[in-house]
């Protein structure tokens, strides 16, 4: 990621934190989920930052979740495939 893209994601997501409070990830995901988009989904980019940023600062685990609905090894009965 470019450095100027990551800085001014750094300082938008500060911005949002002491703005918006608890609602700041929420917003910064639903911008980088609009539709409304710059050359090569730079505006994408830019809000994906700006969450990335969001959870970082706050502790976040990204992604959780998805991820936890698949068993992992451990949880798999023994003989099966």
């Not at 700041?24 to 409304?36: E, F, H, L, P």
């Amino acid at each position: 990621m470019p450095w100027r893209l990551r800085d001014e994601a750094r300082a938008k997501s500060a911005d949002l934190i002491a703005s918006h409070g608890p609602e700041d990830y929420a917003i910064a995901r639903g911008q980088a989920r609009s539709g409304a988009r710059g050359a090569r989904g730079s505006r994408d980019r830019f809000w994906t930052a700006v969450a990335i940023a969001i959870a970082d600062a706050e502790g976040r685990e990204i992604g959780v979740r998805g991820a936890d609905r698949w068993p992992g090894p451990e949880t798999q009965k023994p003989g099966a495939p």
